[in-house]
T-cell receptor
Framework: NAGVTQTPKFRVLKTGQSMTLLCAQD?????MYWYRQDPGMGLRLIHY???????AKGEVPDGYNVSRLKKQNFLLGLESAAPSQTSVYFC?????????????FGPGTRLTVT | GQSLEQPSEVTAVEGAIVQINCTYQ??????LSWYQQHDGGAPTFLSY????GLEETGRFSSFLSRSDSYGYLLLQELQMKDSASYFC????????????FGPGTRLSVLP
């Protein structure tokens, strides 16, 4: 099993450009999450999904959109990138609500917006 | 809302024992988790406490006191590979019971 994978691993964008980050998991998990991590800080939840076709806002959703068309995939979109979105983005998954305390993380995407 | 406090840095020597503390303020409490993250890596799950007391997993133990809104991670027989950042996290009912993470404690293990 590959676990949780993220594409791409690195990306540099210019202000105003758009991009989509792809997260895939092969553990048949119901819950998926997108976090951002800024230097010296903990993880902050952007959006999450409790199942195929569902999404919800987290703590810092502004400037991002998500979609969960297939259970195994969770996409994070930036419509018009801003320098404040320079960060490391982590995707995670967990099996059920009862086991949400144990999340499995992908390797991260390092995004720089110039 | 939720807020968590951790020391920013801790330093210890190989073979020693170190304790990383976490205090939290929450509008609802459903448990405290701990994650480890090496530089450039992804967070990995270490432990979870829903009830008061000590949970032991090998060299790592985690403690919770709900009455004090306090928990700690105890690392014994420190090894160089334990040098990493450690995050505590609590479940947040505002976001579908997802987690809010603390700012993290950077542990440096010296030879």
């Amino acid at each position: 099993n590959a676990g949780v994978t993220q594409t791409p691993k690195f990306r540099v964008l210019k202000t105003g450009q758009s991009m989509t980050l792809l997260c895939a998991q092969d553990m048949n998990h119901e819950y998926m999450y997108w976090y951002r991590q800024d230097p010296g800080m903990g993880l902050r939840l952007i959006h999450y999904s409790v199942g195929e076709g569902t999404t919800a806002k987290g703590e810092v959703p502004d400037g991002y959109n998500v979609s969960r068309l297939k259970k195994q995939n969770f996409l994070l979109g930036l419509e018009s990138a801003a320098p404040s979105q320079t960060s490391v983005y982590f995707c995670a998954s967990s099996q059920t609500l009862l086991s949400v305390y144990e999340q499995y993380f992908g390797p991260g995407t390092r995004l720089t917006v110039t | 809302g939720q807020s968590l406090e951790q020391p920013s840095e801790v330093t210890a020597v190989e073979g020693a024992i170190v304790q990383i503390n976490c205090t939290y303020q929450t509008s609802g409490f459903y448990g405290l988790s701990w994650y480890q993250q090496h530089d450039g890596g992804a967070p990995t799950f270490l432990s979870y406490n829903a009830l008061d007391g000590l949970e032991e997993t090998g060299r790592f133990s985690s403690f919770l006191s709900r009455s004090d809104s306090y928990g700690y991670l105890l690392l014994q027989e420190l090894q160089m590979k334990d040098s990493a950042s450690y995050f505590c996290a609590v479940r947040d009912p505002n976001y579908g019971q997802n987690f809010v993470f603390g700012p993290g404690t950077r542990l440096s293990v010296l030879p």
